[in-house]
């Protein structure tokens, strides 16, 4: 009863953080709703354009799970662990695995937040249809969710300051993004570019959102980058705790 | 004698070749104020770290009520409360939102809302942590450390930064947690809250403990001189001759105050009227002070704890 008391007031606490961060709000929740808007006054969708903005939905929502992992997490952890008030809280009886579960949980909320305002926008200004297949589309969001906040807690938990984490989860998501076909198709590039492609976990979400939300395949025919996320999740999330634990509880 | 609560032996940090913390012993008991008094570097914050169970030690142990730091830390971390030195806290969080995490993660935590009310921070309860000013942060991470109702805490230079008048406010409330039989060790670099606040005393310096026990014994034993201070300023005075006179053990000028060690007072404020009537010195300014922590600082490491 006390840890799942723990575990709704951590992840409280994790979620209203990432919601009072004012530039993580702008580029988690802010820019791809822009980004939306313009795409569609652009070009449209559905009867009246010719459904780009159902195609480019995946690449959005891929675009602020990468944000919200890479930049908002990573940044955020490695100021805590900075002014200390990460080594604090596990001065504390909090468990690594509650703290972990938290913020697993409060990405997810924010990662469903996301998902419903773009969503949202889109259909009322564009009329941008819903994913072919919901639940399994579902499942590979929060599924990608978890893998970039992984790869946040990994970068937050192994730079050596707040300074260092935004250039490099900055590069890092810039990188993940744009050779992972999230912001522009990249089929025409040089081979030994899309031989990178295949290994990006930006690749794996793309591919995997573009079978079930857009052609409306089941999950299974999505396995293959689903279980790459969910490798990278676990490698990632290891690491990632593996760190901390070092250096929060014992150093 | 009161439940012993920590004990520390042979505490020992080293970092390649430098070393940290040597050989550090010392025992808390429940309702007692353990002070450590020292300069920055001294070895202070890794003490209290091995103490708590969050840097690993060298060599030695510490129990705390009867948990060993490090391999039984689940143990240590139901049982301590402690502030950092920096007071760290999410910065964006409120001050009612912290306490009701934390309170969630201890099995008999104290009510968030009676600890505001102790801390004086219901009025900040919707406040975040950096819209509040010095002395309000320092409240509330004791409150913080508090919420758990801890029997032990550390307090790592909880003070510093803080006015006089806030200064003076929290140590009211670290009296009531000693009053309450909690036992309480703190870091400090200030000799007037060692000696006003503390029960014991441990003087560090590079790493090592050089002297224990309490600010009047401390006193007795390292800093047995009184002094009397005298501004001379404008008049010629003899060092040499003063030297000589009754009683008096050592001479010297701090400022514009001559100030003279004695062994006996009165033998020497005699002595000094007498020398000075025949050398024509008025005794304006003249006052007489008992040796203090500071003195003893000063005379167990040569230096002053502001130098």
């Known amino acids: 009863m006390r840890t799942l008391n723990n575990l709704k007031l951590m992840t409280l606490h994790e979620f209203r953080a990432i919601m009072r961060n004012k530039i993580a709000f702008f580029f988690n929740l802010a820019i791809p709703v822009v980004l939306v808007v313009i795409f569609g006054s652009m070009w449209g969708n559905g009867e009246s354009g010719s459904d780009v903005l159902d195609f480019m939905m995946a690449g959005q929502l891929v675009y602020m799970l990468l944000s919200a992992g890479l930049m908002t997490v990573a940044i955020a952890l490695a100021s805590q662990r900075q002014n200390g008030s990460l080594r604090h809280l596990f001065t504390t009886p909090l468990s690594m695995g509650v703290w972990f579960g938290a913020q697993m949980l409060a990405n997810i909320a924010m990662a469903t937040l996301q998902i419903v305002v773009i969503f949202v926008v889109g259909h009322l200004l564009f009329g941008v249809h819903a994913p072919l297949n919901i639940p399994a589309t579902a499942v590979v969001l929060f599924i990608s969710s978890l893998a970039c906040l992984s790869m946040g807690l990994a970068i937050g938990a192994l730079v050596k300051s707040a300074e260092a984490a935004f250039p490099i989860s900055m590069i890092l998501f810039f990188s993940i993004a744009m050779f992972g076909n999230v912001m522009m198709p990249i089929d025409g590039a040089p081979p030994f570019i899309l031989a990178v492609q295949k290994w990006m976990p930006s690749y794996f979400m793309t591919e995997a959102l573009g079978k079930v939300m857009m052609r409306g395949e089941g999950l299974l025919n999505a396995a293959g980058e689903v279980s790459m996320l969910l490798g990278l999740m676990v490698v990632c999330g290891s690491v990632a705790i593996w760190r901390i634990r070092k250096q929060m509880t014992v150093a | 004698m009161a439940e012993a609560k920590i ?14 913390v040597e050989g550090l012993n010392l025992t808390v008991h429940a309702g007692e104020i353990f002070g450590l008094l020292g300069p920055n570097g001294a070895g202070k914050t890794t003490s209290i770290e091995m103490m708590e169970g ?46 009701e995490l934390y309170a969630s993660l201890y099995p008999n935590p104290a009510r968030p809302g009676d600890l505001l009310q102790q801390f004086n921070l219901v009025e900040k309860a919707r406040s975040t942590a950096k819209s509040l000013s010095g002395g309000q942060r320092q409240r509330l991470s004791l409150a913080l450390a508090l919420v758990g109702r801890p029997e032990v805490l550390f307090l790592d230079e909880p003070t510093t930064g803080l006015d006089p008048q806030a200064r003076h406010s929290l140590w009211d409330v670290i009296r009531g947690l000693k009053a309450e039989g909690r036992a309480v060790i703190m870091s400090t670099h200030y000799m007037e809250e060692a000696e006003k606040l503390c029960d014991r005393v441990a003087i560090m310096d590079h790493g090592k403990i050089l002297a224990e026990g309490t600010p009047r014994e401390l006193v007795r034993e390292f800093g047995p001189e009184a002094a009397i201070e005298i501004d001379v300023t404008g008049f010629p005075v003899n060092m040499a001759e003063i030297a000589q006179l009754s009683a008096v053990t050592g001479v010297q000028t701090e400022d514009h105050l001559l100030v003279l060690r004695t062994a006996n007072t009165a033998a020497s404020l005699m002595a000094f009227a007498g020398y000075a009537q025949a050398n024509h010195i008025p005794l304006g300014e003249l006052r007489t002070r008992s040796a203090t922590m500071e003195d003893v600082f000063m005379a167990l490491t040569g230096r002053r704890l502001r130098d």
Do not use: W
């Open chain 2, 7 to 20: 004990i520390a032996r042979n505490l020992t940090k080293r970092y390649g070749t430098y070393t940290a």
């Open chain 2, 54 to 99: 969050i840097r690993r030690p060298d060599a030695g142990t510490c129990t705390i009520c009867g948990f060993d730091s490090i391999t039984q830390s689940a143990g240590v971390r139901e049982r301590i409360g402690l502030t950092l030195q920096a007071a760290s806290m999410p910065e964006t969080a409120r001050v009612s939102e912290l306490l």
